[in-house]
Structure formats: structure tokens, C-alpha cells
């Protein structure tokens, strides 16, 4: 779906912010420190959305271009913001919304409009223009074509190192799930989606859960674990049924945290830690979670007073990012470590900021965080990165963030970005979440 922004970008006021962390628990001995917050620019436009990031610092995401109309996928690198272009259709989407960064070659994957209407009238893409839609390779400057299962669509989600690439393809197979999917996701069409996993430019389709005709592959590590979901019509409300992970030949259904209608695995470290969200017990709200090979699923909360919460991504040293909401909605950035979830803002100092920070969307090895946020002063919607300044002094005094919930600070335009960011991927499973 295309951004309805409207007004002129705003170029933020606040190109470096010096954030003070007091960690409650400090990782690994380190002592309590402080974050460089960094604002990495848009395409022109008035936003940006950042995706994930690599444990070089670069970071890839969406950004609108001027006059807030598309959309491209960027890699930003030492300061400098790329356009990735797109396979000839209008919009492209970096990573496809799920929060993975370029591998350590500067490789990105994604999903990107073509110039072909799709024969069925989908949109794949969710961009608004029914066009069809391919998942991509961009290396060195140049963005290629991935194969799909035989269907018109397809997204890559994952790469990692060894240039191994996870996402979801369409094969030719009408979704008979998809009939009884009424309003809001009735579609005409809809054809079968599957997890998949590319490999030296060829495609190899995954199992899903038995019985689920759809699916994704949303992550994988070095080993080449791999995570995602699988349920019913990728339109509809039960396409997240069961959170899965595949490796060496064998299918793991991970479970749930009570619930039955939604379990999803977003994440995956190279200790084979997972993380996700899951429907609790009687599916009225969903919490992050962590799973191991020996504990299994543990809930990982919410920040005091929400309902619900997601997790986004996890390093090797077990940190984990992700969003933490209010029943209205109102979300905030979070960070969790050593059994304590942090809310990101409170690691901003009084003081009068007007940053909020409201998604973390990614987190490398060295625990910069790739962070979404906005200034309550001027109403920009930023790509930020977060870099941890290990070892400085602690700061004294009690920390409080900005301390924003009431999101009638956020421009309408900027609210409506986000929201299509970071919803429009199938692989995410994001319209269970909103």
C-alpha cells in the first residue's frame, strides 16, 4: 500500500543523540553504559524504517523517496544511505519487513514490485498497485531475480554469511483455505504459499506443519537452522498457526505459550536461540518468547502496564529486542537481557527529549540495535542506530525516558507508514499483532 504522507520532509533536528544506559543487569561484567543514537537519513522522503542490521554496523531497511508516494529498499553504510532500486515496478522492500540486516558482504534480500500486473489481481507486495512481486539478491550494486515454486510472487526474508537465503514462494496450487476467509481478508484469488530456502540460485521448498498448506521462512543462522511459521491462508487470520524450525533434514513444531491461534519464530542466533511471540492461554493478547533446545518456550512478558509484546531479533550473547504494546496500542522499543526487560526510553535522560523510540527492530553481535523512533517536536518518523559505548562512566541519578504514550503525538501520515511497514510482510504474520 503506497504512503499517504503528504508534507515535505522535515530533515530531523537531531542527527546524533547521546542516549545514557543504566542497565539493570550489566551483561557480561560490563559496567552500565551509554548509547551513540544515530540518525541514519531517508531516500528523500519523509521516512524510514530500519529493518536489521549486520555485525559490520550496516543497516538495511525502507525508506520513502520525495514526495512520500513509493517506497525503495537501502543499505546504509558508513554514513552513506543506498537506494536499491527495484525489479522494475515502483516499491521494493528491503529484508520484506522481517528484521534481518545484510550478511557480512553487504548482500541484501527482499521482495520488489515488477512492471507485470499479477494475473490474479494479488498484491503480493503490499504496496496497493497489484503488481507482481519477486524476491531478490542485491549485491555490488546490482539486484537480481530469485525463483519461486512455479507461482507469480515471492519475498526473501534471510541471508546469512554463507549466502544461503530464506523466504516464502507461491506455487501454482489455488488456497482452498482461503474460501471461507471473510471480511477484512476475503480475496478473489490466492494461491499457496511456502517456506523456502534458496541455495546457489536454486529454490527448495519446506515443510510445513501437517495440514498447513502456508507458510515462511523468516530466519536462519550460520549453521543453517532456519525459523518461521505455517498455518492457513496467508490473507487471513490464521496463517501464524504454529512457530517452526527446520534443520538437518528434521521439522520442529516449537509450541506455544498457551494459546492455539498464533505461535510465530521471527529469530535465531547461532546458539540455536529462538525468539517470537505466541498467543497466551485463551488468545486475547500475544507476549515475545525465548526458546531453547532444553527449556523450551519461556514467556518473556511485557513492560509494566502493557498488554503485549513481540520479539524481533536476538544476538549470540542472548540479547533481545523487539516492541512492547498498551491495549490501545501505543507501543514501546524494549530490550531484554538476564531474565529483565528494559523499556528503551527509560535509557534516555530527563531532561526534555523529544525522541521516542517505539520499535528496536534488530541487534548485532557488538548490541547495536537498529531502532525505529520519532521526534515528538518535529513529527519525523527516523531510522536511528544505537551503538553501546562500553565502559564509560554510569550516569547518576535516576534515568527516565521521554515517558510519551499518547500517540496522537505521531502524525497521522507517520503513523500510517509504520503501520504499512511493518505489516506488510506475509512472512511476519504481523496482522495477528494489530
Known amino acids: 500500500m503506497k504512503s499517504n504522507v503528504s508534507r ?26 551509554q548509547y551513540k543514537l544515530t540518525f541514519l537519513g531517508t531516500l528523500g522522503g519523509c521516512c524510514s524504517v530500519p529493518y536489521g542490521l549486520s555485525n559490520r554496523g550496516e543497516v538495511n531497511g525502507i525508506s520513502t523517496l520525495p514526495g512520500d ?46 512492471s507485470v500486473p499479477d494475473p490474479l489481481g494479488e498484491d503480493f507486495c503490499f504496496f496497493g498497485n497489484n503488481l507482481t512481486c519477486r524476491p531478490f539478491v542485491w549485491r555490488r550494486g546490482v539486484m537480481a531475480v530469485l525463483p519461486t ?23 501454482t496450487t489455488r488456497d482452498l483455505t482461503c474460501a471461507d476467509v471473510g471480511p477484512p481478508f476475503n ?45 492457513k491462508c496467508s490473507k487471513g487470520p490464521d496463517y501464524s498457526l504454529h512457530a517452526l524450525l527446520w534443520h538437518d533434514g528434521a521439522l520442529v513444531e516449537l509450541g506455544n505459550l498457551g494459546g492455539t491461534l498464533f505461535s510465530f ?46 520479539a524481533r531479533g536476538i544476538n549470540d550473547k542472548g540479547q533481545v529486542i523487539g516492541q512492547s504494546c498498551d491495549v490501545s496500542g501505543n507501543c514501546r522499543a524494549f530490550l531484554w537481557q538476564n531474565g529483565v526487560m528494559i523499556d528503551l526510553n527509560n535509557l534516555v535522560p530527563s531532561g ?44 547518576g541519578g535516576t534515568i527516565t525516558g521521554s515517558g510519551i504514550r499518547d500517540t496522537s503525538v505521531i502524525p497521522d501520515a507517520v503513523r500510517r507508514f509504520m503501520n504499512q511497514a511493518t505489516s506488510r510482510p506475509r512472512a511476519f504474520g504481523r496482522r495477528n499483532w494489530r
Open 187 to 231: 480475496q478473489v484469488d490466492q494461491i499457496e504459499e511456502k517456506p523456502v530456502l534458496w541455495q546457489g540460485g536454486i529454490i527448495k521448498e519446506l515443510p510445513t506443519y501437517p495440514g498447513d498448506p502456508d507458510g515462511g521462512a523468516n530466519a536462519l543462522n550460520e549453521s543453517g537452522w532456519l525459523v518461521g511459521n505455517s498455518g
Open 8 to 33: 515535505p520532509m522535515v530533515v530531523c533536528a537531531l542527527a546524533v543523540v547521546f542516549i545514557a544506559a543504566m542497565l539493570p543487569i550489566p551483561m557480561d561484567g560490563q559496567q552500565p553504559s
Open 265 to 310: 519464530a521471527g529469530a535465531i542466533n547461532n546458539r540455536n536461540q529462538i525468539v517470537g511471540a505466541s498467543n497466551l492461554s485463551g488468545d486475547a493478547t500475544f507476549h515475545a518468547f525465548l526458546w531453547t533446545n532444553d527449556a523450551g518456550m519461556q514467556d518473556l512478558g511485557t513492560l509494566p502496564g502493557d498488554s503485549s509484546s513481540l
Open 149 to 171: 515454486l512455479g507461482g507469480n510472487n515471492g519475498a526473501a526474508s534471510d541471508i546469512n554469511d554463507r549466502g544461503q537465503i530464506v523466504g516464502i514462494a507461491e506455487n
Open 69 to 114: 508516494n513509493n517506497q525503495h529498499a537501502f543499505l546504509w553504510s558508513h554514513g552513506v544511505m543506498t537506494d536499491l532500486g527495484t525489479l522494475g515496478g515502483l516499491n521494493s522492500n528491503g529484508d520484506f519487513g522481517v528484521p534481518f540486516g545484510p550478511n557480512q558482504q553487504g548482500t541484501v534480500v527482499g521482495g520488489s514490485e515488477t
Open 352 to 395: 526534555g527529549s523529544t525522541l521516542f523510540l517505539f520499535e528496536a527492530f534488530g541487534i548485532n553481535s557488538s548490541g547495536q540495535i537498529a531502532v525505529g523512533g520519532f521526534d515528538a517536536n518535529t513529527g519525523d518518523c527516523c531510522a536511528f542506530l544505537a551503538t553501546p559505548a562500553f565502559g564509560s562512566a554510569p550516569l
